[in-house]
């Protein structure tokens, strides 16, 4: 079996199948860095720590580093908490290519130093490469010495050449700095400009993202906080895809209950990290390009994929408060859908102005365009903050 097969095998939730076809490969071909690299990975997955120990320490006998290696040895030091020794290999890695995770693991452990449970969660410490073997990427570099490969030898000249040296040296630095100034200027402006273009990002935007290259299922360690099971990978990127069309489609509902079933599912912890990231590019839509309304009902039934939603209801308002905080007001009121009466908790904000609302007689009645918060209290009243007011 090819590598790249093998590699598949492990995508799919496969670990022990991938772990011994990797072994195969490397039986045949002892020096294939990366047959071990697939057979320490997939024990690591499994978990079955003392093989991923074995497997890691014959990668140790390979003079090859890279980012992948680094990941795999600092979630071995992790197994053996020791969190000082996998910060010291996530520092190595946070400027690469693939350092993302490294970067938010050193914020983490900077503040936490003890950690359990780390055998079940491999995929929330480890960036998989998209493939095997790795595409090379060359990244070119400027010797620090190329200013001064042409300085001469000051014995062998007069004052006036190296006046005129020093000189053209100066002038040399002069023009190294004003570029690398002017550089830092059109970089920032660069910067500035794609945050700007990230914040303000609609649903064409999110059409390039994707999860093919990395997507995989997961064992389920916790039942109780995995609300959503997928059984292949192929299910979590059709999801994904799905949720892209929906956003297309303006159907943000759907889009973001599809997102936030990924993100509390079994899915890998790249697919989940790439699902919460997408939310981000979901846009809250004006009141009048809305057209993707949710019953209530949906919200009592899943909660936790519907959070953050947009709903357009109305009901007769039982009693209002001024908001503790003296920010706002809280409503409570009864919305009557579908044959039930459904508690529902509304906080306005003191910037939203209730408007006039000429097609209702009944001033008890109260229209709202809101964005759905979570249940609270023991009635698990359903809970929003409004965006506009109708009364």
Known sequence: ?????????????????ARNAALEIADREPQN????????????????VKAFEEYLSELKSFSVENIYLHYLKAYYALLQNDVE????????????NEGWLARALVKKFRKIK????????????????????????????????????????SSKTNKAEQKKYFFSL????????????????VSSAIVISLWYTYRTLNENSAANFQIADFAAVMPIVDPQATLYTYHTREGIISDFEKAKTKLKEKKINQARYILNRLINSNADFQSREKSRVFLGFIP???YTDFNDNVALNQLLKYPKFYVDSLLVFSGSVRDVAKDPNGQGSNYRLIVHELGQDYLVHVFKSEKVLEESNESSNNKSDVQFYGRFKGLVGEQKAIYFEALRVWR
């Not at 860095?33 to 079955?48: I, M, V």
């Open 85 to 96: 020794k996998a910060l010291w290999y996530y520092l190595q890695i946070v400027d690469g």
């Open 170 to 185: 100066r002038k040399k630095k002069f023009l190294l700095k004003t570029f690398l100034g002017l550089l830092l200027l």
């Open 114 to 153: 003890t950690i359990e449970n780390i055998a079940f969660h491999a995929a929330d410490y480890i960036v998989l490469p998209p493939e095997l073997p790795p595409p090379v990427t060359i990244e070119p570099s400027l010797p620090s010495s190329a200013v001064y490969t042409n300085i001469p030898n």
């Open 1 to 17: 079996m090819e590598l790249a097969a093998a590699f598949e095998l492990f995508r799919r939730g496969n670990f022990l199948e």
């Open 284 to 286: 809250d839509v004006p």
């Open 33 to 48: 860095f990366w047959a071990w690299y697939l057979s320490a990975l997939s024990a690591a997955f499994e978990p079955d």
